[in-house]
Every structure is written in C-alpha cells, then in structure tokens.
C-alpha cells in the first residue's frame, strides 16, 4: 500500500488529492513522511505560572450554572465559574453554546484558551471531551489550501494503521541496540499518534539520528570517491628551497599557520587530491599561507592560480605575492577587464609556462583560459564562489589540487555539514601584537563627535574608511548616498586632509589607482561602499566608521571591520545605527562585544538560521524534517563519528546490514554533483 497513490484512502478523492500534490504528496509513504512541524502539549498548568494572554490548560471545578446569551446573527456567549484550586474564574465560550449541558456544576473540567490575568479570565478555545492522556498531545502538520492540520491527522491515522507495518527498517541493528531507538515503523507511529511525551521524544531521537547519520554518510562518501580517483597527484619539491622562503619572511609564523601548512604540504605530496577548507579570520594571515602553498606546487614545475572575489583583490593579491616572491617567481593577474592584446599575450605565457602563477576573478576560469601545468587552484573568500565554477575547472579537464580560504568563520556547526565532504583547516589565532579593534555603537545623532574622533585619528597621521551601506533596490541610490556622505566629510575635512570615495561603478582603472592612493597613503579618508569588504589589506588604516551599520548582518560588519587593526597601533570601528528592532539592536551589542569571529559566527547562527546562513542554494545543506542542526549539534557529532567510521571498514560495499543506507546514498543526485572526475 505505501506505494499506492493516496487515492487509495477512501476520504481522498480528486481535490483533496490535488492539495496533496501541491505538498509534494502523492503516495501513501510520503503521507506517511510529513511529519507534524509541531505538537500542542496541552500541560495542565497553576494558574499562577500562566502569562497574560497565554494559551493555556487548566482543570477546574464547575461551581455555577452556565449563563447562556445570544447576540448578533447567530453569536452567543457562554459563561461560568470555575475554581481552579483555590481562584475562582470566569470561563468564556464563543459560539459554542452546544456546550451548556455539559458545564454540569460540581463536574470536573478541563479547558484550553486565552488567558485574562488582570480579569481572571480565560476565553475557551477548547473543551476537552477526552481524558487528559489521549488529549495532551496534539500533533499540528504543515498544510495548504483547504487541507486543515486536522484534516492530515484524520488521513495520516488512516494511512498509519493500513500501512505502517510495511516500513522496513533502514538502519543496521546496531544503532538501534546501542542508542536504543525505536524501529523506523514504530517512530513513524509515534509521530503521528503520539503515546506520551517521552515516546515521542525516543521517536524523534531515532530520526534526528537517521537524517544526521545518511546526512554524514554522503558526506564521506563523496569525500572517500574524491579522494581514491585520484592516483598521479603527488607532488615533489625541495623541502629545503621552500624552508628557506619561510625563514626569509619578516615574521615568525604562528602556531595555526604552521599547522594549517604542514596539512597543506601532507596534501600535496600525497597521491589524493586536495580538497581542502581553510579558515582563519580576518587578519590570520592567509595569504602567505596561499603563497608559500603555491610556492611548493611550483617548485614541484606546476602553475598556480588564486580567485579572488573582486577585481581590487586581484590586483592586491598580485602585488602582495609578487613582494614575497621577488623575483623567484612570475605572477600576473588576470581580471575581466585585462581585455585585447594584453590579454592574448597573458594567455599566450600562461599557455606556454612562462606565468607561474596568475591571479584573477571568476575570468580566470573562462573557456579562452588554457594553462600549461595547472597543479594548485586555492580560492580565496570561497562563500563567494559558487559550486558551478568549481564544476567548470572539473569539466575543462584541470584536477588541480584545490584549496579554498575563507575568513567568514563558520560556525563549528555548518562546517562539518555543509562542508563534510572537505579536509579543513584552521588558523586560530592572530599573528602576535595584534591590538583587538574597539569598537563603539553610536546614534546618527552623536555625528559631530565621531568626526571629532576620526579626526583626532588622522592627525596622528593613520588613515580611515568610512562605510557606507549598500541598498539593495538601487544601485544609483547607493552611489548617490556615499556621495553624499562624501561631500558633507569634504566639508568638514581640512584641506590638508585627502578624501577620495570608491564604488562598484567606477571603472577598474580609477578603482586599482584610489586603492594604490590610499595604500601608499596619499589619501588619508576613503569613503566606500561596501567593495572594500573583503581582504583589503592597509595596516595604517586605524579607524573604520560604518554609516547605518543596523542594515548589515554581523558576518559582513566583521569582515568590515578586519579592514582595521592589521597593525600594531590601536584601532576603532565605530557603528553608526538607530537599529528599530531588537535583533538589530543585539547585533550592535553582540559587535562591541566581541572580535572574535568564530564567537560572532556562532551568534549569526543562532540570529538567522542555518539557512540563510550562507544563502540557502550554497549551504548544501538538505532540508532535514526532523533535525535541526543547530538543536541536535551533539547527535550530529556522533552521527559523524559513526559515518567516518563505517567508511573506514567499508561497511557499505562490505557488509549486508548496510545495503539499504547504500542504495539510498547512491540514488541520491546531489552526490553524483559533487564527485569531482
Ligand atoms: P587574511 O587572513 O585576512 O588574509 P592577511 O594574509 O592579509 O590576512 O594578513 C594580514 C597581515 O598580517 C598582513 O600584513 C601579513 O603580512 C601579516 N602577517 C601574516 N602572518 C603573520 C605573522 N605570522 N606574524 C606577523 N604578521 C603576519
Ligand atoms: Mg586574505
């Protein structure tokens, strides 16, 4: 019968079967499998403990005769006295004046509705016919159109006592004995009609596990096929050359770099291919991470690439890797805007070796692109580069190994789901006498000091960057407000002060030559919009002022932030905001709180939900009926554990108890996406 189309149960027919439909509901099994969102524990509660127009249950006596009173059309009111232990309230029914013969004085009652705590009254939604047990909990499903929640109760009890029997279990035995989950039948029971609460507990327990565990199962799998199609990737190099580079370097590496290196190295010399995550925060010190990871893939005679988001970090990037190489190398970068000759010859050397490593944005990948030896691909800022350009290298025929950093921490939480099917590593702390940027909250209305501030700061002689927000509908509008917050510092700088102000509009040129005024200090305020956001890198920058910062999400203001602090005198992030709603207002508190971007990450979580988190389409995360990963972190972790370790022995090619898991993973399309050949 699961497989039956729903028409089989007898209160379907065509219309109900069509808003089915529109849930994606089409057999029996998938009623079987929406699952209530929720569930009403109608928990009998002391008066005392219930809030002011809280929905609520109470049991009480009847100590008076029901008065019934008609109005309106066809609208009465019923009312009566209840004790409830030693109160006497005022019970209210709408409309349902059915009910007086059953308010029978000196009777015991249980009732569900609003809660009047000033008038001692509570306006009944619900009267309880049934006894507590069977009433207390009630599932609610999600439902469309005409469909009530009530309607896919009456019709899953229907399709849970003709058809449950017939769902087979898919979990090996072992999960079941050693975390003592209920059958998968059983649980779908539960679900549906639950016993008690903590029946329903053990039943959601089993699918949280199930979901997390085929979740994590995938993962690996794509993980384990990346890694064993991938023979004739080992590369060699001369230890020595490249610990001489490291020794050159003004600076003592710091502990999480070095870790994050020795990953990198392992990756490279071994014959798997990399794929592998690297995070820091903003100023960890990434980029000489990526260039003396680049440097190792070109003494073992391979090319290297870097992406970076936007074309100013191109450029920087390109300036900042050509002073650390000298003249060891040859980097070039290639952007969209590299057009005609100069890029026929660009593609000309990268073609015939002469480039070793190119920088560029997302032009770097098109299909004009042919590199001699490509050996390494690491992409910086890797939340903005979406899974279609990875495809595309795969589907030029490129097996590069690949390393992706990233300085939007994830959550600990997001990065063994989203991105399970990678090697991560992290740098964890900042390179020694980092002062951590204070950060202050400022109402608009509070201008005139903040100026006085910034400044008080550039007469030190260090530079500043004003911010202003991007708003989404306009591009114009967003030029013309940074403008005009542009004119009014131009009026009130001294002269001896240079302004300069940057948008996405201006063309590549003036935005590279305002970037190469401001690193070199010829212009001392820069008023951007946000495309200064990620990497720019000019350490006598110390304060950073962020017009409306309530529009930002708090990823995004500590990207914009890490554009200060990166040297060694104290720097400041002022948020200019009237945030209207609470959340605003906890994220500018959670801002002056706070630098570190793991805490900050953790906070975006819990604000804004794991899917919004990244974007939905780029989390990869599955839509999970039951799990939750944020709730359920620590059953993730274990249905990790587990998954890593059914890998390990091969139990899904090796052993029968696993053939069910392995034919679900293997049907899945999202995996074949991801296996890279
Ligand atoms: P991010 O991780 O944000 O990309 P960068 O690589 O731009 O950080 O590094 C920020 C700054 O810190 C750069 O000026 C870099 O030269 C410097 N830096 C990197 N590593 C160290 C270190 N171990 N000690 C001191 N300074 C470092
Ligand atoms: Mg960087």
Same mark, same amino acid.
């Given at each position: 019968?699961?497989?039956?189309?729903?028409?089989?149960?007898?209160?379907?027919?065509?219309?109900?079967?069509?808003?089915?439909?529109?849930?994606?509901?089409?057999?029996?099994?998938?009623?079987?499998?929406?699952?209530?969102?929720?569930?009403?524990?109608?928990?009998?509660? +002391?008066?005392?403990?219930?809030?002011?127009?809280?929905?609520?249950?109470?049991?009480?006596?009847?100590?008076?005769? !029901?008065?019934?009173? #008609?109005?309106?059309?066809?609208?009465?009111?019923?009312?009566?006295?209840?004790? %409830?232990?030693?109160?006497?309230?005022?019970?209210?029914?709408?409309?349902?004046?059915?009910?007086?013969?059953?308010?029978?004085?000196?009777?015991?009652?249980?009732?569900?509705?609003?809660?009047?705590?000033?008038?001692?009254?509570?306006?009944?939604?619900?009267?309880?016919?049934?006894?507590? =047990?069977?009433?207390?909990?009630?599932?609610?499903?999600? &439902?469309?159109?005409?469909?009530?929640?009530?309607?896919?109760?009456?019709? @899953?009890?229907?399709?849970?006592?003709?058809? /449950?029997?017939?769902?087979?279990?898919?979990?090996?035995?072992?999960?079941?004995?050693?975390?003592?989950?209920?059958?998968?039948?059983?649980?779908?029971?539960?679900?549906?009609? !639950?016993?008690?609460?903590?029946?329903?507990?053990?039943?959601?327990?089993?699918?949280?596990?199930?979901?997390?565990?085929?979740?994590?199962?995938?993962?690996?799998?794509?993980?384990?096929?990346?890694?064993?199609?991938?023979?004739?990737?080992?590369?060699?190099?001369?230890?020595?050359?490249?610990?001489?580079?490291?020794?050159?370097?003004?600076?003592?590496?710091?502990?999480?770099?070095?870790?994050?290196?020795?990953?990198?190295?392992?990756?490279?010399?071994?014959?798997?291919?990399?794929?592998?995550?690297?995070?820091?925060?903003?100023?960890?010190?990434?980029?000489?991470?990526?260039?003396?990871?680049?440097?190792?893939?070109?003494?073992?005679?391979?090319?290297?690439?870097?992406?970076?988001?936007?074309?100013?970090?191109?450029?920087?990037?390109?300036?900042?890797?050509?002073?650390?190489?000298?003249?060891?190398?040859?980097? /070039?970068?290639?952007?969209?805007?590299?057009?005609?000759?100069?890029?026929?010859?660009?593609?000309?050397?990268?073609?015939?070796? $002469?480039?070793?490593?190119?920088?560029?944005?997302?032009?770097?990948?098109?299909?004009?692109?042919?590199?001699?030896?490509?050996?390494?691909?690491?992409?910086?800022?890797?939340?903005?580069?979406?899974?279609?350009?990875?495809?595309?290298?795969?589907?030029?025929?490129?097996?590069?190994?690949?390393?992706?950093?990233?300085?939007?921490?994830?959550?600990?939480?997001?990065?063994?789901?989203?991105?399970?099917?990678?090697?991560?590593?992290?740098?964890?702390?900042? !390179?020694?006498?980092?002062?951590?940027?204070?950060?202050?909250?400022?109402?608009? @209305?509070?201008?005139?000091? %903040?100026?006085?501030?910034?400044?008080?700061?550039?007469?030190?002689?260090?530079?500043?960057?004003?911010?202003? +927000?991007?708003?989404? =509908?306009?591009?114009?509008?967003?030029?013309?407000?940074?403008?005009?917050?542009?004119?009014?510092?131009?009026?009130?700088?001294?002269?001896?002060?240079?302004?300069?102000?940057?948008?996405?509009?201006?063309?590549?040129?003036?935005?590279?030559? *305002?970037?190469?005024? #401001?690193?070199?200090?010829?212009?001392?305020?820069?008023? &951007?919009?946000?495309?200064?956001?990620?990497?720019?890198?000019?350490?006598?920058?110390?304060?950073?002022?962020?017009?409306?910062?309530?529009? #930002?999400?708090?990823?995004?203001?500590?990207?914009?932030?890490?554009?200060?602090?990166?040297?060694?005198?104290?720097?400041?992030?002022?948020?200019?905001?009237?945030?209207?709603?609470?959340?605003?207002?906890?994220?500018?508190?959670?801002?002056? $709180?706070?630098?570190?971007?793991?805490?900050?990450?953790?906070?975006?979580?819990?604000?804004?939900?794991?899917?919004?988190?990244?974007?939905?389409?780029?989390?990869?995360? !599955?839509?999970?009926?039951?799990?939750?990963?944020? $709730?359920?972190?620590?059953?993730?972790?274990?249905?990790?554990?587990?998954? *890593?370790?059914?890998?390990?022995?091969?139990?899904?090619?090796?052993?029968?108890?696993?053939?069910?898991?392995?034919?679900?993973?293997?049907?899945?399309?999202?995996?074949?996406?991801?296996?890279?050949?």
């Amino acid at each position: 019968m699961l497989n039956d189309p729903v028409t089989v149960i007898p209160s379907v027919g065509e219309k109900t079967a069509e808003q089915l439909e529109m849930m994606d509901i089409r057999k029996v099994e998938d009623l079987l499998f929406h699952f209530p969102f929720r569930y009403d524990f109608h928990e009998i509660k +002391p008066l005392k403990e219930i809030a002011h127009e809280e929905i609520a249950t109470i049991e009480g006596t009847v100590v008076s005769e !029901p008065q019934l009173s #008609f109005f309106g059309r066809k609208k009465s009111r019923l009312t009566c006295t209840i004790q %409830v232990g030693v109160v006497a309230i005022k019970a209210v029914f709408f409309n349902q004046a059915f009910l007086k013969d059953k308010l029978v004085r000196g009777e015991e009652v249980m009732l569900t509705g609003k809660w009047d705590m000033h008038r001692l009254q509570l306006t009944v939604h619900k009267f309880h016919t049934q006894t507590f =047990e069977e009433e207390s909990i009630q599932p609610i499903y999600r &439902s469309k159109g005409n469909l009530t929640s009530n309607g896919l109760k009456k019709l @899953n009890a229907y399709a849970v006592k003709a058809s /449950v029997d017939e769902i087979e279990e898919i979990l090996p035995d072992k999960y079941l004995k050693d975390y003592k989950l209920p059958s998968r039948s059983e649980a779908i029971k539960e679900l549906h009609q !639950p016993t008690s609460k903590q029946t329903l507990k053990h039943a959601r327990r089993r699918f949280i596990f199930e979901e997390l565990f085929i979740f994590q199962l995938k993962m690996q799998w794509i993980r384990m096929k990346n890694k064993h199609q991938t023979e004739g990737f080992s590369k060699s190099f001369n230890d020595d050359q490249l610990g001489q580079f490291v020794k050159e370097l003004p600076f003592e590496l710091t502990k999480g770099q070095k870790s994050s290196l020795k990953d990198i190295m392992n990756d490279l010399k071994s014959s798997h291919r990399m794929n592998r995550l690297l995070q820091g925060d903003v100023g960890s010190g990434k980029t000489v991470v990526a260039a003396i990871a680049l440097l190792a893939n070109n003494l073992a005679g391979n090319q290297g690439a870097l992406m970076v988001p936007t074309e100013i970090l191109a450029e920087q990037h390109e300036h900042s890797l050509s002073e650390l190489f000298g003249d060891r190398l040859t980097v /070039v970068s290639l952007t969209g805007s590299i057009k005609g000759k100069r890029r026929r010859e660009i593609l000309e050397r990268l073609g015939n070796g $002469e480039i070793d490593i190119v920088v560029g944005t997302h032009a770097l990948i098109q299909d004009d692109t042919i590199f001699n030896q490509l050996g390494l691909v690491i992409v910086d800022e890797q939340h903005r580069f979406g899974v279609q350009q990875r495809k595309t290298l795969r589907d030029k025929g490129l097996n590069p190994d690949v390393l992706f950093m990233t300085a939007t921490p994830i959550p600990r939480t997001l990065s063994i789901t989203s991105f399970g099917d990678m090697d991560v590593s992290i740098i964890d702390e900042m !390179p020694q006498g980092r002062l951590p940027v204070e950060t202050y909250w400022a109402k608009e @209305n509070m201008i005139e000091r %903040v100026y006085d501030f910034l400044m008080k700061e550039i007469n030190k002689g260090h530079q500043a960057y004003v911010i202003c +927000p991007l708003i989404e =509908e306009s591009d114009q509008l967003d030029i013309q407000n940074a403008v005009d917050v542009f004119e009014q510092l131009n009026s009130v700088m001294p002269p001896q002060v240079k302004t300069a102000l940057m948008h996405g509009r201006l063309p590549a040129q003036e935005k590279e030559d *305002i970037m190469r005024d #401001f690193a070199e200090n010829n212009v001392q305020l820069l008023v &951007s919009t946000t495309v200064i956001e990620v990497g720019v890198n000019v350490p006598n920058a110390t304060i950073m002022v962020i017009y409306d910062a309530e529009r #930002f999400g708090l990823a995004q203001l500590h990207q914009l932030r890490g554009r200060v602090g990166r040297g060694s005198e104290q720097s400041y992030c002022i948020l200019l905001a009237d945030p209207k709603t609470e959340n605003g207002k906890e994220r500018m508190r959670v801002m002056t $709180e706070t630098t570190n971007g793991f805490e900050l990450s953790e906070h975006d979580l819990q604000i804004r939900g794991p899917g919004d988190f990244f974007g939905k389409k780029q989390s990869g995360l !599955p839509e999970f009926k039951v799990a939750d990963i944020v $709730e359920d972190y620590r059953a993730l972790e274990v249905a990790r554990k587990d998954a *890593i370790e059914v890998m390990r022995h091969d139990r899904l090619t090796n052993d029968e108890d696993y053939k069910k898991l392995k034919q679900l993973i293997e049907a899945d399309p999202m995996i074949q996406e991801r296996i890279f050949d």
